[in-house]
């Protein structure tokens, strides 16, 4: 990702305009892969994964409450653009392993090149990751300023 690598943010009107950076570099990406484009979201409880998501989905035309998948654990929804036509998050914190996962449908989410998925906790089920995968990793001071890294591939912890 050519104009991220870190950023910081102290305030949201700046994690949407991060976002909106993070969005124009992965939605110019070629997907040799033919499926969805994935991106986890890594980074502790009330990190600012969803708000994170929340200004992506604003980004890309969602209208409507965008809420926390927590205990739904995947929403869906439906988005304006040329290429994409649903945008799904989902939040893999509850799930116990990579088969509760796949009994929700994910391999024809991910089969499907207009869908853009953005996973919360995808460390709990790596082992159906797909290979090309984008990573932002999340952390927060003492002071409420976000770090954001952006990764193409999983780091367990940020140092």
Do not use: C
Not at 13 to 34: D, G, R, V, Y
């Amino acid at each position: 990702m050519r104009k991220l690598v870190t950023k910081t943010s102290k305030s949201i009107k700046e994690t949407s305009e991060i976002a909106a950076i993070f969005l124009e570099e992965i939605l110019n990406i070629e997907n040799p892969n033919q499926g969805a484009l994935v991106v986890g979201l890594v980074g502790d409880l009330g990190a600012g994964k969803t708000a994170f998501f929340q200004t992506v989905a604003k980004h890309l035309g969602v209208k409507g409450r965008v809420s926390s998948p927590t205990f739904v654990i995947m929403k869906k929804y439906p988005i304006k653009n040329k290429q994409y036509n649903f945008l799904f998050h989902l939040d893999a914190y509850r799930l116990k392993n990579e088969e509760e996962l796949l009994l929700l449908g994910w391999e024809e989410i991910l089969d499907d090149e207009k869908n853009i998925i953005f996973i919360e906790w995808p460390q709990n089920v790596l082992k159906v990751m797909p290979p090309n995968t984008k990573f932002v990793h999340i952390s927060e001071d003492e002071n409420g300023q976000k770090f954001f890294e952006f990764k193409k591939v999983f780091k367990a912890r940020l140092v």
